[in-house]
């Protein structure tokens, strides 16, 4: 009887339009037509660090707002990025490194230094140490890669979480 219930259920939730659903509940798409990604592309100009890791994640926030030279704002991030032995054999080689990284960045339009939005994005990743010198190198260089491109998509995503809240409270300000 009561999986016979929970047929019944399942049924009626899947008949409901799930558009209408999530009208309903205010969902807006942020890479929709008014979303507020679409509203930030080719909006953004980028400072990082001059290094490999700053490289990487300077693209791949490229990659995700668009390249400009000079864009209406101004992201600036500081990276802060660490390497632990956390695998160490009998023989007291190390075999495995953890990566963790801390990214601080501020939203600022250029020539003003009050930010509009600003916060942490902390992550991590690891490599292994176990092969030859170069395999371990090259594993190393990826582990950070990885970590600059895990960094630069949570401020995207912290970005376009901030933007869209910003434009909410303006619109309900509107009403």
């Known amino acids: ?13 899947t008949a409901l339009p799930v558009l209408g659903l999530l009208a309903g509940c205010g969902f807006t ?14 909006r953004i100009a980028y400072r990082a660090p001059n290094t490999p890791e700053g490289f990487r994640l300077r693209t791949r926030l ?4 668009g390249r400009v030279e000079r864009g209406d704002y101004l992201l600036t991030v ?17 075999n495995r490194f953890n990566l963790p990284g801390k990214a601080m960045w501020t939203l600022t339009e250029p020539g003003n230094d009050t930010p509009l939005a600003s916060g942490i994005a902390q992550t991590f990743t690891a490599y292994s140490a176990f092969g030859t010198t170069v395999a371990t190198s090259e594993a190393q260089d990826d582990a ?3 970590l600059a491109v895990a960094l630069a998509d949570l401020i995207v995503t912290d970005i376009i979480v901030a933007s869209a809240g910003v434009a909410a409270n303006i619109s309900s300000q509107d009403r």
């Open 78 to 94: 500081q990276l802060e990025i660490e390497e632990d032995a956390i695998v160490i054999s009998s023989a007291q080689d190390i």
């Open 29 to 42: 798409p942020v890479y929709g037509a008014d979303g507020a990604a679409r509203n930030l592309r080719g």
């Open 144 to 146: 950070h890669d990885r």
């Open 1 to 13: 009887m009561l999986s016979s219930d929970r047929r019944a259920f399942l049924t009626r939730i």
């Open 62 to 65: 490229e990659d995700r707002f």
